[in-house]
């Protein structure tokens, strides 16, 4: 049997959100930085509307998350049909893309992967497993892994 494998690519924009530009889109993703963007992020982005957030990534590779992840404010969220992306190439070391790198929500190296684990198993105690999306985030296709790697990699943390 032969697999299926579809690559989508993402763009990331630091804008302030104005409604048309975002019509075109079918899902809408946000990276917050700060405590204040996260619980926005949770409360009020997670809820339905045409500037409802979709996917919350966070920035796991970072020596330390910007804010702490409140049980209540991630529970929120994942109530409201949001869900949180978690990256697999901090846990490679690989290289994530560059337009990651230079709004600073990523970095690359041993530590990164190191961060990477720590952040990604808060995350996953904090949603009690659920709401979790497992995607690349690769800037190259050397990083990218079959499916059944991804598979292995997302039990660890369960």
Same mark, same amino acid.
């Given at each position: 049997?032969?697999?299926?494998? +579809?690559?989508?690519?993402?763009?990331? #924009?630091? %804008?302030?959100? &104005?409604? =048309?530009?975002?019509?075109?889109?079918? %899902? /809408?993703? #946000?990276? =917050?930085?700060?405590?204040?963007?996260? &619980?926005?992020?949770?409360?009020?982005?997670?809820?339905? !509307?045409?500037?409802?957030?979709? %996917? /919350?990534?966070?920035?796991?590779? #970072?020596?330390?998350?910007?804010?702490?992840?409140?049980?209540?404010?991630? +529970?929120?969220? /994942?109530?409201?049909? &949001?869900?949180?992306?978690?990256?697999?190439?901090?846990?490679?070391?690989?290289?994530?893309?560059?337009?990651?790198?230079?709004?600073?929500?990523?970095?690359?190296?041993? &530590?990164?992967?190191?961060? $990477? $684990?720590?952040?990604?198993?808060?995350?996953?105690?904090?949603?009690?497993?659920?709401?979790?999306?497992?995607?690349?985030?690769?800037? !190259?296709?050397?990083?990218?892994?079959?499916?059944?790697? %991804?598979?292995?990699?997302?039990?660890?943390?369960?």
């Amino acid at each position: 049997m032969i697999g299926y494998c +579809r690559s989508l690519f993402t763009c990331l #924009l630091q %804008i302030n959100a &104005s409604t =048309p530009l975002f019509d075109t889109y079918d %899902i /809408i993703a #946000l990276i =917050p930085t700060t405590h204040a963007t996260f &619980s926005l992020a949770c409360l009020t982005h997670s809820q339905p !509307s045409p500037l409802t957030a979709h %996917i /919350i990534a966070l920035p796991l590779t #970072l020596p330390r998350l910007p804010f702490h992840m409140k049980h209540t404010l991630v +529970r929120t969220a /994942i109530k409201n049909g &949001s869900v949180f992306e978690i990256n697999y190439v901090g846990a490679l070391g690989g290289e994530h893309d560059s337009e990651t790198m230079q709004a600073g929500v990523a970095e690359s190296g041993a &530590s990164a992967k190191r961060n $990477w $684990w720590a952040a990604s198993r808060e995350l996953v105690r904090v949603s009690k497993g659920k709401g979790l999306l497992l995607s690349g985030g690769v800037a !190259s296709s050397g990083d990218l892994r079959a499916p059944r790697d %991804i598979g292995n990699l997302y039990g660890s943390f369960l």
